[in-house]
């Protein structure tokens, strides 16, 4: 039983997840290999930003740049309370994990984007610790609930000192005094733009005209599930479906957020297209 | 129960998988850190030399470079009979297996080498498995038997055509390759005393290699102790091996049961790697103990 501050994160965790779930599979559907070449170029993308952006915070926050330190921040896939983790060693070398719940994963099995959350898996670990440890470091991801064959999910990631310079070595295990909480930690609205950005712009990139029909396409099968969700939301948590609801439970603010994305990112028209198709249209269909 | 040949795999086997613990073992006692470093990238080296090897015989035989080419097409470790594996899943893009018992794992657990095992498991296989697709494999391997938590091996390693530049998809995928007829020749997979042999030669050359690269004489010359530390072992494995199967210790049965020839000479691999003088540093540091010990020396006058 999770209490009412989970149950909006929650809530904004499932729409992160299925942004991804229904666009990577429209972008798949689209595309067909080109597409998946798409979308796992846009989780690798996705994954560098995390890990340098983690390390760039820590640097700057005089914390050390190792895996304890990272697994305080992104434990595996996220920090939302549904995560069913067994911790087997955690230490600043060493981090082995066994997930036996993952709500990413439930997400894209009941809407059928299985196939592409196995892409998120396959290629997410890869990308963040490489970023993460300038190249240093080693992800292994040998089971994942996004493949049929499993049941669980098995990381084990390693850094190793000796395989570092000393500059490095003093990052990661220096005397950099102790490290304090989640700091500097990704939120799920930064994580949910984040992603969304690397998304359109791969899918224009390999895919052209068609991905941004694509993105598009999977813009709306999210926003008719947010519709639908949000009301039932609304009416479960006996609230009134107001602005204030949505910037609660939903990971897109209403209106403002995608305006400043738009000014700073060079994928402005992603973004104008985040508004329109998305924005607008969540305010109309839910009166606000 | 085992069959004598079977027994003898398995001992060329050990002789093999024991050289690696000896010589890093020296490395750190002599260089801390430094020394694992050393040892880490010659560990890399070796992986990186045997997936060259194979990717190599494959585009020779006309053999695509995917993961079920390089799991089941002519693979360069040599069957022994303890492995238990279950495989699976084994197709182009993917090779996902338990190792449910590894030789290699049980004898340096045996010898209270798990730490250097360890390091063997992280380095060699990334590099190994990585290098021979290009660097565009995904090797996961996050349940090791060189890991106390762990009670097998999981690997996940996985090559996708979507992740690949378009020159490389027709390489590595027969779907990419419209005119492929298949290859043009088998490629047997490594067996018994030649396949250890030349396992061995080459993980002694990478680490002796990158040891004077990185540390200097003086690392040539800790390379020089695990060297001796090893023909102290091996002669003394071998006279048990020996007792164990009733056999007397002779040139026979340690051609047999050792994975190197008697004679350098007659070791054609040396002749692929003669930088540096690492092969006299074997020849001279690791014979003299190991014959002698054997009592071969005094045979041979």
Same mark, same amino acid.
Do not use: H, I
């Given at each position: 039983m999770n209490n009412l501050e989970e149950i909006k994160f929650q809530n904004k965790f499932d729409y992160f997840a299925k942004m991804y779930g229904f666009i990577a599979r429209s972008m798949m559907e689209a595309g067909g290999k080109r597409g998946e070449r798409a979308v796992r170029e846009a989780v690798i993308r996705y994954g560098r930003d995390l890990g340098e952006g983690i390390r760039k915070a820590y640097l700057e926050l005089g914390k050390k740049t190792n895996l304890h330190t990272l697994f305080q921040m992104e434990p595996c896939c996220g920090t939302d309370p549904r995560f069913k983790r067994n911790i087997i060693k955690d230490t600043e070398e060493v981090q082995l994990q066994e997930v036996y719940h993952c709500p990413l994963a439930e997400v894209w099995k009941r809407e059928d984007c299985t196939e592409a959350g196995r892409c998120y898996c396959e290629e997410l670990a890869h990308s963040l610790l490489d970023a993460y440890t300038d190249g240093r470091g080693q992800a292994n991801v040998?089971?994942?609930?996004?493949? !049929?064959? !499993?049941f669980f999910c098995r990381f084990a990631f390693y850094l190793r000192p000796?395989?570092? !310079?000393e500059d490095q070595k003093e990052q990661c295990f220096g005397n950099r005094g102790e490290e304090s909480g989640r700091s500097g930690q990704y939120p799920v609205e930064d994580r949910f733009l984040l992603l969304y950005g690397h998304l359109a712009a791969a899918a224009e990139e390999f895919l052209g005209q068609d991905g941004l029909a694509a993105l598009a396409d999977g813009l709306d099968q999210f926003l008719e599930d947010a519709v639908k969700t949000l009301k039932k939301e609304a009416e479960h948590t006996g609230s009134a479906l107001d602005d204030s609801f949505v910037s609660l439970y939903f990971p897109v603010e209403i209106p403002g957020q995608t305006q400043e994305c738009r000014e700073e990112s060079s994928g402005a028209a992603a973004f104008r297209l985040l508004e329109s198709r998305l924005v607008s249209r969540l305010r109309k269909k839910l009166c606000l | 129960m085992y069959s004598k040949e079977e027994i003898q795999i398995m001992n060329l086997d050990d002789n093999y998988t024991l050289l690696y613990p000896f010589l890093v073992k020296s490395l750190i006692e002599h260089f801390g850190e430094q020394g694992e470093k050393t040892a880490r990238e010659g560990t890399r080296r070796f992986g990186r030399d045997r997936a060259e090897t194979l990717r190599n015989k494959h585009l020779n035989a006309g053999v695509k470079i995917n993961m079920h080419s390089l799991f089941?097409?002519?693979?360069d470790l040599p069957p022994d009979p303890r492995f238990k594996r279950e495989l699976q899943e084994l197709n182009p893009e993917e090779r996902v297996s338990h190792t449910l018992y590894c030789p290699m794992a049980e004898i340096w657990k045996k010898y209270g080498f798990m730490e250097i095992g360890r390091m063997y498991c992280e380095e060699f296989h990334n590099a190994c498995y990585s290098s021979y697709a290009y660097g565009y494999t995904k090797v996961?391997?996050?349940?090791?038997?060189?890991?106390?938590?762990?009670?097998y091996c999981a690997f996940n390693v996985v090559l996708r055509p979507?992740?690949?530049?378009e020159e490389l998809k027709p390489v590595c995928f027969e779907q990419y390759d419209p005119g492929y007829a298949g290859p043009s020749a088998d490629i047997p997979q490594a067996y018994g005393k030649s396949g250890f042999s030349t396992l061995f030669i080459k993980l002694y050359y990478h680490l002796a290699s990158t040891a004077e690269e990185m540390l200097g004489d003086a690392g040539k010359a800790a390379i020089g102790e695990g060297l001796k530390a090893l023909a102290h072992d091996a002669a003394r494995r071998i006279q048990e091996q020996a007792k164990e199967q009733n056999e007397p210790v002779n040139r026979e049965f340690v051609d047999l049961n050792?994975?190197?020839?008697?004679?350098?000479?007659?070791?054609?691999l040396w002749s692929f790697y003669t930088n540096e003088g690492i092969r006299e540093l074997f020849v001279n540091t690791f014979y003299p103990v190991f014959h002698g010990e054997l009592g071969i020396l005094k045979e041979n006058a």
């Open positions: 040998s089971n994942s609930m996004t493949c !049929d064959r !499993d000796a395989n570092m !310079d | 089941a097409v002519g693979p996961n391997l996050a349940k090791t038997l060189t890991q106390k938590e762990d009670e979507e992740n690949l530049p050792y994975p190197l020839a008697l004679d350098p000479e007659q070791e054609p």
